[in-house]
């Protein structure tokens, strides 16, 4: 009977055993391949097994049917070693593709649970037996769709029922690798133990963040501390220090735990760059404790080695290497932190306090770089490396650490300090405040005395302020009488002078009479300004208007200085709105006034031009001009223009001024100009120009025929200033004046060249240098000069040791004992004050010109010179010590003469000669021959060789020449001195 149902098992049972043949092929071709076994005993102190060099298939690209991919490996490659870089990649690797493994585990692991782990830097699918059990970012077909992720300590579980193989497959692309890894590792072993360990890595790495917390903590504290106080740059270097810290903490937080690659390279690079800038923001922090201001060249070497590896690593951010060469920052780690120790050794060894915190800090921070940050003696397994990164992150908390309790025993020792001083500044206070109170009671009682005293005072005061307007009146009428006096004797000089002019015909006389009446109508112009003054401050000067052409009258007074300005080698031009202005005015005072003007535009301009110009006054309502006188003079300083129309001022009064000048030219000019209602101003910019303006009304008047001309006086006629060349055939002394009043200095020259030749200049500057060069026997120097004053000629003169033996006389009007011993403090020989006598001035020359003889004939005799030189001025002693040195040195050479001589010593022949003979009375020739020959006579007292050797070895071509010199010089021939010796 038939019985579908046995059928059907039939059936079911022979379709089971088709598939337990298919498996069993499966096994066998599998088998054939390699299965990886997974055995207890094989996990070793990691409890776990490393499949990277297993035995692995490989399909490059992708599936149309992954599932088929997952359970299927036949007719893939086969290769070892999937943790491949881009240097290896298996044959046909484009960044994706399929890897396959088949696993099997022992009996003591069936249906115990294990783990798997991948390592690597891209994305993965992981399957067993076509099962998808996980997997880490997103697998793509390219970069822009592959999401690549890291999850070195995430944990897959797996069992296993059974001993037979089970194929492990992995679906992974790599497009975009982070470093230069490309493939994976795959780690399968226990769960619980691998689990446990991942959790504890996982705590220790979890404490890096609260390490970096700590660090920028402190560097706030520390940075807050120095904004309070900028002084301690230490805590600006400790908080630098520990930012850096903390952001390495970071960093290497990040590279542990990131899951993103380019966040852990990123993290990698950081930790790099900041390893260097820990090193140097420690070492500058160690330096500090050490030095008030760090030495240029550690400050160099530091930034040279600093820089050096920021651009290494910088480099191997952008390229990724290869692989990782030595850079050797271990070794010049070592060497910048012991630089940095020993700072801080010198500053322990100075016994400052508490410093020892930092040593120990530094100490630990070095220990902590070699032996775990670095791991030069390789201490850690990779087991331990979580801990590694825990201990390197807090131990670098006690750099930190130790220079915060540092600052803060450094800081409280100040607190207490203050304290102490705040507790000082308290008691005196109120010891202050004590004496203050008795101190006020005491000025109130003061104050009422005083009162009471300046009551008193001012009335006495008014009392003697009343007397006093009487003696000034009295004063000003004596001053006006007394002024009035002069003029009779000045017109008597000035009137015969006149005629003595006329009557003789003798050029020296005349001189003489026009040397007289030009110095007497200045001095008569002097008086008629000082009473017009007087007349002026007492309001009684009155204007006598006449008609009178202006612009004649301006021309006169050019023309009056023409021969000066010629003589000073000026242009003059003279700029006018009308051809002839008649008005209404007073002659005398517009004399006064153009006179005073026009002369010190002449006076204080040396080149360039003056310029005059008369134009109409546009701004005024009525008839007025404007009169201006411009120069290209040396100009008045801004800070002195507002003063020149003061009395008596002078915007130079110092010794080198450069003209002459009372100050009241300039004061009476604008009383005069106001009086007559008009308004004087000035314009000036200094060593370009200067300009005084005169704006004036005038009432218009009838041409008169005839006018006056105003008539100049001749100007007195100079020599020019001496040539600089010296007859040489002249035995007179020669005397140099310096003098600037130009008829003085002829005057004065004129006189001495009578008996001396002279030599003459204008300025002190002039005169230092015709000194120097030429060497006079006397020097006159007037004190009151441009560029340089008599002080400063004769201080320059008596330093210089070419003329510091020349007599100098000065010439003032400073008759103060200050000004006298002034002017003998700078080495003056002699002070005549002005006017002097003539007489006086020769009797002095000639008492300095003779002192000067005896001491050199008192040198010369005898050779003093040569053996006792004690009392001669230091300056004087040195030049005679550096000549003879010179001699010395050639003595062997017969042909050492006065011009070597001079070129040895600095100096012309001509100065040395005029030098020597003021001196020493010794002409150079023969000054050379007299040391050779006293030299001479100590070798030969000395018995150091025979007379011949003695001569040659002083520079005499035999020994004939020699004795016969010698025996003239000493009175006795070379034998007596050896036999005699």
Not at 67 to 86: C, E, L
Not at 215 to 220: E, H, K, Y
Not at 956 to 980: C, E, I, L, M
Request: glycine residues 6%; proline residues 4%.
């Amino acid at each position: 009977m038939y019985r579908p149902g046995i059928v059907t098992d039939r059936l079911r049972h022979r379709y089971f055993f088709a598939w337990c043949i298919a498996l069993l092929f499966a096994v066998n071709l599998a088998y054939g391949q390699g299965v990886a076994t997974i055995r207890e005993s094989d996990f070793g102190s990691l409890h776990q097994v490393q499949f990277t060099d297993s035995l692995w298939s490989f399909h490059p690209g992708d599936f149309n049917n992954p599932q088929q991919a997952a359970t299927d490996v036949s007719g893939w490659r086969t290769f070892r070693g999937t943790s491949f870089d881009v240097a290896n990649p298996p044959a046909g690797w484009h960044g994706l593709g399929w890897f396959g493994l088949w696993i099997k585990v022992d009996t003591g692991l069936v249906n115990r649970k294990l783990a798997i782990r991948i390592n690597h830097d891209g994305a993965s699918e992981l399957f067993i037996d076509g099962k998808p059990i996980g997997g880490y970012g997103k697998v793509g077909h390219s970069a822009a769709e592959m999401k690549a992720e890291r999850a070195p300590r995430d944990l897959i579980s797996v069992w296993f029922s059974d001993t037979r193989p089970h194929l492990l497959t992995i679906h992974y692309s790599n497009f975009r690798p982070a470093y230069s890894f490309l493939g994976f590792q795959l780690f399968i072993g226990d769960y619980q133990f691998t689990a446990q360990r991942m959790d504890i890595d996982k705590r220790l790495l979890d404490y890096i963040p609260l390490c970096a917390a700590a660090q920028f903590i402190l560097a706030l504290l520390h940075f807050l501390l120095f904004l309070f106080y900028p002084k301690q740059k230490l805590s600006l270097y400790y908080a630098l220090y520990v930012v850096l810290v903390g952001i390495t903490c970071t960093g290497v937080y990040l590279f542990y735990q990131a899951h993103s690659p380019s966040v852990q390279y990123a993290a990698d690079a950081l930790t790099g760059e900041c390893k260097v800038l820990l090193m140097s923001s420690g070492v500058l922090l160690l330096y500090h404790l050490n030095y008030a201001r760090i030495p240029r060249w550690r400050i160099f070497a530091l930034s040279v080695v600093t820089l050096f590896y920021i651009i290494i690593y910088f480099f191997r951010l952008l390229h990724i290497p290869d692989q990782q060469r030595q850079d050797y920052f271990s070794i010049v780690y070592f060497f910048c932190m012991m630089d940095g120790c020993w700072s801080v050794w010198q500053v322990i060894r100075r016994r400052q306090k508490n410093v020892w915190l930092v040593a120990t800090g530094v100490v630990a921070v070095t220990l902590l770089y070699y032996f775990c940050w670095a791991d030069v003696f390789h201490l850690w397994p990779q087991r331990l490396n979580a801990m590694r990164v825990f201990v390197l992150s807090a131990g670098e908390l006690i750099l930190p650490l130790c220079l915060s309790v540092y600052i803060a025993l450094d800081f409280a020792r100040t607190n207490q300090r203050l304290a102490t001083e705040l507790a000082e500044v308290e008691r005196l206070s109120a010891q202050t405040l004590a004496q203050e109170t008795e101190k006020r009671t005491l000025l109130a009682a003061e104050a009422r005395r005083l009162e009471e005293l300046v009551q008193q005072r001012t009335a006495e005061l008014r009392a003697q302020a009343d007397q006093l307007r009487e003696m000034d009146t009295v004063k000003s009428r004596f001053f006006t009488n007394i002024t009035h006096e002069f003029r009779t004797p000045l017109t008597l000089i000035i009137n015969p002078a006149k005629e003595l002019m006329s009557e003789v015909e003798e050029e020296q006389t005349v001189r003489q009479l026009q040397l007289i009446l030009n110095n007497a109508t200045r001095l008569r112009q002097l008086i008629n300004q000082l009473l017009d003054l007087s007349k002026l401050e007492s309001g009684v000067m009155e204007l006598n208007l006449g008609p009178m052409d202006l612009v004649s009258f301006v021309k006169a007074h050019i023309a009056s200085y023409e021969s000066l300005i010629r003589h000073k080698g000026l242009q003059i031009r003279l700029a006018s709105d009308w051809e002839q202005l008649w008005i209404l005015g007073d002659h005398d005072k517009f004399d006064t006034i153009v006179l005073n003007i026009l002369s010190n535009a002449v006076k204080f301009t040396d080149k360039g031009c003056i310029e005059l110009s008369l134009q109409k006054d546009m701004h005024s309502a009525s008839d007025a001009f404007i009169l201006s006188i411009k120069d290209t003079g040396r100009g008045i300083p801004a800070e002195k223009l507002n003063y020149i129309f003061a009395r008596f001022y002078q915007a130079d009064p110092s010794d080198t001024r450069s003209a002459e000048g009372t100050g009241i030219g300039l004061a009476l000019t604008k009383e005069l100009v106001e009086l007559m209602g008009g308004h004087i101003s000035a314009e000036s910019e200094e060593d370009v120009f200067t300009q005084i303006s005169i704006s004036m009304p005038y009432v218009a008047a009838t041409a008169m025929p005839g006018q006056v001309e105003v008539a100049p006086v001749g100007p007195y006629q100079m020599d020019e200033d001496s040539p600089l060349a010296i007859a040489t055939d002249d035995e007179r002394p020669l005397v140099l004046l310096i003098e600037d009043h130009d008829e003085l200095r002829d005057f004065i020259r004129r006189s001495l060249a009578v008996k001396y030749q002279v030599l003459s200049a204008a300025d002190g500057s002039k005169g230092i240098a015709m000194a120097k060069e030429h060497i006079p026997n006397l020097v006159i120097t007037d004190l009151m000069m441009p560029v340089m004053n008599g002080y400063q000629v004769s201080a320059e003169l008596k330093h210089d040791e070419r003329t510091s033996h020349i007599p100098i006389i000065i010439l003032t009007a400073k008759t103060d004992f200050d000004s006298r011993i002034q002017g003998i403090e700078t080495g003056a020989d002699a002070y005549l004050v002005k006017p002097f006598e003539k007489r006086e001035l020769f009797a002095v020359i000639e008492n300095l010109i003779n002192t000067r003889r005896r001491l050199r004939e008192y040198y010369s005799s005898r050779d003093l010179w040569f053996s006792d030189t004690i009392s001669m001025p230091s300056i004087e002693r040195e030049f005679i010590a550096r000549v003879r040195s010179a001699v010395e040195s050639h003595l062997d050479e017969e042909g050492y003469s006065a011009d070597q001589l001079a070129r040895d010593v600095g100096l012309s022949r001509t100065q040395l000669h005029r030098k020597l003979k003021d001196l020493i009375g010794q002409a150079p020739g023969e000054l050379i021959r007299i040391i050779r020959l006293q030299y001479a006579h100590n070798l030969l007292q000395r018995q150091v060789a025979t007379i011949a050797e003695v001569g040659y070895m002083v520079g005499y071509s035999s020994p004939a020449s020699f004795s016969a010199s010698f025996s003239r010089h000493f009175g006795f021939p070379p034998k007596s001195v050896v036999n005699s010796s």
